[in-house]
């Protein structure tokens, strides 16, 4: 079983070879065969052991036993024709399959390799190989880092991109028996197979945590496991059970939740978790899927919004009119505070213990900044819809919509949000990529500019009068200003400021706004 990158469609292959495509509410609307390597070998001649939708969500490769991958496109729209793009010839049979980047399928093999098929080249090649068995693979949370497992109980570690941590690669750790359950979550890795035991291990192999249920009779082997999106709960499928367990950030350590038992359900056979983490869904030995709503707390938010927090980190905010949905996550696995939505409801702000979560519900574009806690003293300015303003304790710091690095940050007395003018790429300019421009008041009588994109400052501008309102041109390069007496200056050509100044005729605020 697959969910789709976008959330928008399920993806089931039965024991028939057919895969069936049902919509995020559980309602069928598609269907498609699948087929063996030779048609002379016949349509019963292989089984589908992995199945992966590419992160565009247009694809959907399958694995199987029969020594091939297959890439059907399936199309954006239920209905479209589904065509084989790529086909990948192996020398033995695939046992699972991964599809974490764009033209990246990671699959195991039979005969113990874990190799890369790139769907760009149509080539594949190996990453690593072992003398056993590839009985699971897993991927980190960012999808950057995979785990396989073999049937000799050996876990090895791989890294497309560390990101920095500085983690090592290989063998990883010899589990007691093969670890058919193994999975990747944002603070240990988890496994589990035949003995009934499951072990929570730390970043370098050690063991962090056992639960032992090798003495209770109504359970059986372990069979497959999920994380969530968020990485901070795992679920474990056996026989007519799903064993919950969740991070505590507080012990740091793993809490077992009360088990979802359910009686003739027979064996977990697959497990896949929705992106949004709204969604867990179980496939099962006698061909059945159930689907289960996956939620901490929901709350509706001024009669217009649903939220619905998934996880410690993960909160969906839909707009309750439209139906329009946005997954606000803290990429840090921070737990996330109230969400509020404000600025004419249209921008989401939470905290973390050590973030600032912001977006734009009308462009989904999201960010994540490193933040202090200050007790919620900020104060929040949506002015400007490329970036958000917050002033907290004498500094204005910007932060860019959809980036996770804080643009930029001065310190100022004046909150007033005419009093300081932000220009983010509002026209293109020949030979420059980025133009990135702040002014704002140093006191109450000059204005500084600065270029955010260098990091220095552009020039100063002293006046002998109170100035009570500024504005950047769409390039940053002139600056318009009016001082308490309703005189109205022009400065342009920064950094070397020669401007002209004038009285406007009446100096009424009508002219000025007109002028202006």
Known sequence: MAWSYNNAKFAVCTVDRVVLLYDEHGERRDKFSTKPADAKYGRKSYMVKGMAFSPDSTKIAIGQTDN?????????????????????IQTSAVTCLLWPAENI??????????????????????????????VSLTSNVSGKGILSGHADGTIVRYFFDDEGSGESQGKLVTHPCPPYALTWASSSIVAAG????????????????????????????????????????????SYDRLRVLNWSPRRSA???????EIAHLYTITALAWKRDGSRLCAGTLCGGVEQFDCCLRRSIYKNKFEMTYVGPSQVIVKNLSTGTRVVLKSHYGYEIDEVKILGKE????????????????????????????????????????????????????????????????????????????????????????????LAYLIDIKTIAAVD????????????????DWLELNETGHKLLFRDKKMRVRWETGMPRVQGVSWAYPGAGKVGVTALI
């Open 194 to 237: 035949c003995d009934k035991k499951i072990i929570a291990y730390g970043k370098e192999g050690h063991i962090i945590q056992t639960f032992d249920y090798s003495r209770d009779p109504s359970e059986k082997e372990f069979t497959t496991a999920v994380t969530s999106p968020g990485g901070q709960s795992v679920v474990i499928g």
């Open 68 to 88: 091939i991958i297959y890439v059907y496109k399936i199309g954006e729209e239920w209905g479209d024709k589904k065509v084989i793009c790529n086909k990948f």
């Open 105 to 134: 399928i990671v699959f195991g093999l039979a005969e113990g390799k874990v190799r890369l098929a790139n769907t760009k080249t149509n080539k594949s090649s190996t990453i690593y190989g072992t003398d056993s068995f590839v």
């Open 452 to 467: 955010l994109v260098g990091g220095y400052n552009i020039g100063t501008i002293s006046h002998d009068s109170k100035i």
């Open 254 to 260: 793993w809490e077992e939740a009360k088990p979802k």
């Open 346 to 437: 249209r921008y989401l702000v939470a905290h973390t213990s050590d973030t600032l979560l912001l977006g734009d519900l009308n462009s989904n574009k999201l960010s994540e900044v490193a933040w202090q806690g200050s007790g919620g003293n900020e104060k929040f300015f949506f002015d400007n819809e490329n970036v958000c303003m917050i002033f907290n304790a004498g500094e204005l710091t910007l932060v860019e919509y959809g980036s996770n690095e804080i643009l930029g940050s001065v310190r100022t007395e004046f909150m007033n949000p005419h009093l300081i003018s932000v220009r983010i790429n509002e026209r293109r300019q020949r030979g420059m990529e980025e133009n990135k421009r």
